[in-house]
């Protein structure tokens, strides 16, 4: 028995070294390869062995074949025989899948074995230290950046604040309308638009500091004031990380929006996991109401997808109120359903400002394509990939882009070529004959299945995947434009421009900190969560921490299915951003108060 085991540990110990040397590119000659080879078998060696476990090996299983889908083209390069290539992604596949399973479940056993200590002192005034923190770090970043950080997208909500373009919701309108409120305020008051941007930034640096202060303090509510380590280390996340001081001071909706997602999600825990004794229409319950109406309803103004986010949160949220009302008794039965109507009557105004409220401001909504990313980028890959059309599918596609421009515009990490592609030609034509289109759509994955994933793992995985190289938080200063505003440092010289070098491209050289670079580590984070909750058997099917889960879940779903323009990680910043809650939330099962 013991001698199968060796010979079985051996045996997965090679197959996981093969597979890493594959991956990161590494010669099967290299000097490392024995010492990885031991390292494995030490591990292998002291993992139990079990058959398939879940949610561990299902974990292991879903990053295995994320993997593979993302590098199988990588891992196959270098071979011209077909032999060769299925054998390289069948050890790479077998390989990554027993290391992963061994190292999640040791991972889960040392999670497992960590004991709760002795009661500590709460760490005092959370919330402010946070706050002093996050405001303290980012200043730097306002001084260097100011007055604000304006790309493209910037400059166009800014043009339509001051009167030269038309007001449209492309980018959303009630950002753009607080947007003009500080570029007026700076022209006609302060006669100076700098001015006024650099108020608006201010503004918006910190309010994302208090969000940041109000997320930690909200964890130290939901741990009872135990564990202040974990208070210690969200204010350092959310104060030193570079890319937060950076986006503080991006003149971006994305931003505000974060901070929108951190509140809701905070409000959302401390509803779930604090069982009300007060009065049904005492101070706290009718304050928690009104704010859940409003950021609500915030989530679904300020970025397209949070309106999309919303209704796919709306089941949960209602199912779980609905339970939570049937084990209240007397008055207390009263307040899921008022935290109910706060959530339908959120969606219901947002539907009515979308629609009757911007028609009658003859704002312009954006336009069909905007929405069509991945099935426009996966019906040009068919095309780019030489790929069989019949006429009639040929005649359909003619009559809104040229066809010929497709391959030379083409770029599968990034949807706006084609867009720009279907805006040149006729848009019209596709809104007119949307269901045609579907239908087309539908037929070419049917026979272009590989197609299809191939172009949807080119323009997302950056979100699910942490190995994508991308520049985070690179951007700087403010372009060219005809609104009045530039870039007028008041931190300036060749040192700080070299600090705030070194600063962000830490993540480029030191081992492990790029992984905090990466939207995709905060991705496998979630889902890491998920996958310890699931393991706690003692937990009741519908646990109230899946609520939580489900937020940034959410918006990953609409990014998947919608990916705006390519993987940016202002994109996911949300994720990002609230990463300290949900995956505790994930890890410690909180108990309500009493």
């Given at each position: 028995?013991?001698?199968?085991?060796?010979?079985?540990?051996?045996?997965?110990?090679?197959?996981?070294?093969?597979?890493?040397?594959l991956?990161?590119?590494v010669?099967?000659?290299?000097?490392?390869?024995?010492?990885?080879?031991?390292?494995?078998?030490?591990?292998?060696?002291?993992?139990?062995?079990?058959?398939?476990?879940?949610?561990?090996?299902?974990?292991?299983?879903?990053?295995?074949?994320?993997?593979?889908?993302?590098?199988?083209?990588?891992?196959?390069?270098?071979?011209?025989?077909?032999?060769?290539?299925?054998?390289?992604?069948?050890?790479?596949?077998?390989?990554?899948?027993?290391?992963?399973?061994?190292?999640?479940?040791?991972?889960?056993?040392?999670?497992?074995?960590?004991?709760?200590?002795?009661?500590?002192?709460?760490?005092?005034?959370?919330?402010?230290?946070?706050?002093?923190?996050?405001?303290?770090?980012?200043?730097?970043?306002?001084?260097?950046?100011?007055?604000?950080?304006?790309?493209p997208?910037?400059?166009?909500?800014?043009?339509?604040?001051?009167?030269?373009?038309?007001y449209?919701?492309?980018?959303?309108?009630?950002?753009?309308?607080?947007?003009?409120?500080?570029?007026?305020?700076?022209?006609?008051?302060?006669?100076?638009?700098?001015?006024?941007?650099?108020?608006?930034?201010?503004?918006?640096?910190?309010?994302?500091?208090?969000?940041?202060?109000?997320?930690?303090?909200?964890?130290?509510?939901?741990?009872?004031?135990?564990?202040?380590?974990?208070?210690?280390?969200?204010?350092?996340?959310?104060?030193?990380?570079?890319?937060?001081?950076?986006?503080?001071?991006?003149?971006?909706?994305?931003?505000p929006?974060?901070?929108?997602?951190?509140?809701?999600?905070?409000?959302?825990?401390?509803?779930?996991?604090?069982?009300?004794?007060?009065?049904?229409?005492?101070?706290?319950?009718?304050?928690?109401?009104?704010?859940?109406?409003?950021?609500?309803?915030?989530?679904?103004?300020?970025?397209?997808?949070?309106?999309?986010?919303?209704?796919?949160l709306?089941?949960?949220?209602?199912?779980?109120?609905?339970?939570?009302?049937?084990?209240?008794?007397?008055?207390?039965?009263?307040?899921?359903?008022?935290?109910?109507?706060?959530?339908?009557?959120?969606?219901?105004?947002?539907?009515?400002?979308?629609?009757?409220?911007?028609?009658?401001?003859?704002?312009?909504?954006?336009?069909?394509?905007?929405?069509?990313?991945?099935?426009?980028?996966?019906?040009?890959?068919?095309?780019?990939?030489?790929?069989?059309?019949?006429?009639?599918?040929?005649?359909?596609?003619?009559?809104?882009?040229?066809?010929?421009?497709?391959?030379?515009?083409?770029?599968?990490?990034?949807?706006?070529?084609?867009?720009?592609?279907?805006?040149?030609g006729?848009?019209?034509?596709?809104v007119?004959?949307?269901?045609?289109?579907?239908?087309?759509?539908?037929?070419?994955?049917?026979?272009?299945?590989?197609?299809?994933?191939?172009?949807?793992?080119?323009?997302?995985?950056?979100?699910?995947?942490?190995?994508?190289?991308?520049?985070?938080?690179?951007?700087?200063?403010?372009?060219?434009?005809?609104?009045?505003?530039?870039?007028?440092?008041?931190?300036?010289?060749?040192?700080?421009?070299?600090?705030?070098?070194?600063v962000?491209?830490?993540?480029?050289?030191?081992?492990?900190?790029?992984?905090?670079?990466?939207?995709?580590?905060?991705?496998?984070?979630?889902?890491?969560?998920?996958?310890?909750?699931a393991?706690?058997?003692?937990?009741?099917?519908?646990?109230?921490?899946?609520?939580?889960?489900?937020?940034?879940?959410?918006?990953?779903?609409?990014?998947?299915?919608?990916?705006?323009?390519?993987?940016?990680?202002?994109y996911?910043?949300?994720?990002?951003?609230?990463?300290?809650?949900f995956?505790?939330?994930?890890l410690?099962?909180?108990?309500?108060?009493?």
């Amino acid at each position: 028995m013991e001698c199968k085991k060796t010979i079985r540990n051996v045996i997965t110990a090679v197959l996981s070294t093969w597979a890493m040397l594959l991956l990161f590119h590494v010669s099967m000659r290299a000097f490392i390869a024995p010492f990885l080879f031991a390292a494995l078998y030490l591990l292998f060696s002291r993992t139990k062995e079990e058959r398939f476990v879940f949610p561990q090996d299902f974990l292991a299983l879903l990053y295995t074949l994320l993997t593979l889908m993302a590098e199988h083209k990588r891992l196959t390069e270098p071979f011209d025989s077909a032999l060769f290539r299925v054998m390289t992604l069948i050890i790479f596949t077998a390989g990554l899948f027993l290391l992963l399973s061994a190292a999640v479940r040791a991972v889960f056993a040392w999670i497992a074995k960590q004991k709760t200590k002795k009661e500590e002192e709460p760490l005092k005034h959370v919330f402010l230290i946070t706050f002093l923190a996050c405001m303290l770090c980012y200043l730097p970043y306002y001084l260097y950046e100011y007055p604000g950080i304006c790309s493209p997208d910037s400059i166009v909500q800014l043009e339509q604040a001051a009167g030269l373009r038309s007001y449209s919701n492309h980018h959303p309108i009630v950002h753009t309308y607080i947007l003009s409120l500080f570029y007026r305020f700076g022209e006609n008051t302060l006669n100076n638009v700098n001015m006024g941007l650099a108020f608006y930034t201010f503004v918006q640096m910190t309010f994302l500091s208090l969000c940041c202060a109000y997320l930690n303090r909200t964890i130290q509510v939901l741990l009872r004031g135990r564990k202040r380590i974990v208070n210690i280390l969200t204010m350092l996340f959310f104060a030193l990380l570079p890319f937060n001081g950076v986006f503080a001071v991006a003149v971006w909706k994305d931003i505000p929006f974060t901070g929108i997602v951190m509140l809701f999600m905070s409000l959302t825990a401390r509803i779930v996991y604090d069982d009300q004794t007060e009065e049904m229409f005492s101070k706290t319950n009718l304050l928690r109401i009104v704010s859940l109406f409003h950021l609500a309803t915030a989530l679904c103004v300020f970025r397209s997808n949070g309106f999309y986010m919303m209704l796919l949160l709306l089941p949960f949220f209602l199912v779980f109120l609905f339970l939570q009302r049937e084990k209240e008794e007397g008055a207390q039965k009263k307040l899921p359903l008022a935290y109910a109507c706060a959530l339908i009557l959120a969606v219901a105004c947002a539907v009515y400002f979308r629609g009757p409220v911007l028609q009658s401001q003859k704002v312009t909504q954006p336009d069909f394509v905007e929405s069509l990313c991945v099935p426009l980028q996966q019906v040009a890959r068919v095309i780019v990939n030489n790929g069989a059309l019949t006429e009639g599918e040929q005649e359909l596609i003619a009559n809104v882009i040229e066809t010929e421009h497709v391959k030379s515009v083409y770029a599968e990490d990034f949807a706006d070529n084609m867009k720009e592609l279907v805006r040149a030609g006729n848009q019209q034509y596709l809104v007119e004959h949307k269901a045609e289109f579907f239908r087309l759509w539908l037929r070419l994955g049917l026979r272009y299945p590989g197609t299809y994933l191939q172009a949807w793992i080119a323009l997302t995985k950056g979100y699910w995947y942490p190995d994508v190289a991308y520049h985070t938080a690179w951007i700087d200063g403010i372009i060219e434009n005809d609104v009045g505003v530039y870039h007028a440092p008041v931190l300036r010289g060749r040192i700080v421009v070299k600090i705030k070098e070194i600063v962000l491209k830490a993540g480029e050289f030191v081992p492990g900190l790029g992984l905090l670079f990466s939207m995709g580590t905060y991705t496998w984070l979630l889902l890491f969560a998920a996958a310890w909750k699931a393991n706690k058997k003692r937990l009741p099917v519908f646990d109230k921490g899946w609520l939580i889960l489900l937020i940034p879940a959410a918006l990953l779903v609409t990014l998947f299915l919608a990916t705006p323009t390519a993987t940016e990680f202002r994109y996911a910043y949300p994720v990002v951003m609230t990463m300290p809650l949900f995956f505790l939330t994930g890890l410690e099962g909180f108990e309500p108060s009493k």
